[in-house]
């Protein structure tokens, strides 16, 4: 077996060939080494299938790693970058908000496996734009996803703003492309040295950046 599939459990063989698994096995892969673990023999081996059996689902050792981060990329957008979407409803109060953004960019800490868990998953994310640079089928893929995510906020945003909970003056549309584009870029943080010195002041930061697109309260 190849150097490239080091410290990977070797899938059973896959008598369908079925492409989940070989994605899977190269996913696996690119976890433990990077795109430069990625080789068509090594997937081949850890997927238990042969090389032939790669390229009928993939063109090329390329196109194989572009739907290795693109699954990646799917695989870690989930609720925090949804936090209108996660509290919205009937019941929703302004706190609702205010809470569920400042659970979506909570930082990095040594010794909380959910918010390293958070942090890995931006990272993930930021690897698989970074990846897309050089690769427009990706980059397609990349907003695909940020498409659906988006779609599903903005609905949620104009749902607060008819409860009367967000600033019905703010274009929805605008509102959920500034939120997104601070919890994207939330990844910078997590693998700087600020995390600790900006920890103390953090959450009040995010707060008062959550209280200028709240509406302002019902006398």
Known sequence: MEQAVEGAEVSPPDPTGTGAGVLSAAL????????????????????????GTIYTHFESRDGLIEA??????RNHTGDDLMPLHRVMGE??????????????ARLDAAD?????????????????????????????????????IRDIE????????????????LDPEALVTLVQVFLFGLALVDSSNLVDSL???????????AQTFLSDPAP
């Open 154 to 169: 903005v609905v949620a945003a104009r749902q607060g703003q008819e409860l009367g909970l967000l600033n019905p003056n």
């Open 199 to 209: 920890q103390s002041e953090w959450e009040r930061v995010v707060n008062d950046f």
């Open 68 to 73: 290795c981060f693109a699954a990646q990329y």
């Open 91 to 104: 019941n929703c109060s302004r706190d609702d908000i205010v809470t569920s953004l400042r659970d979506s």
């Open 28 to 51: 696996k892969l690119l976890a433990l080494h990077g795109e430069a673990g990625i080789r068509v023999s090594g997937v081949a081996d850890l997927a238990g299938v042969s090389v």
């Open 112 to 148: 909380d496996p959910e918010l390293l868990q958070l942090a890995a998953s931006r990272l993930s994310r930021a690897e698989a734009v970074g990846a897309s640079r050089r690769r427009p089928g990706l980059a397609r893929e990349i907003e695909l996803e940020n498409s659906r």
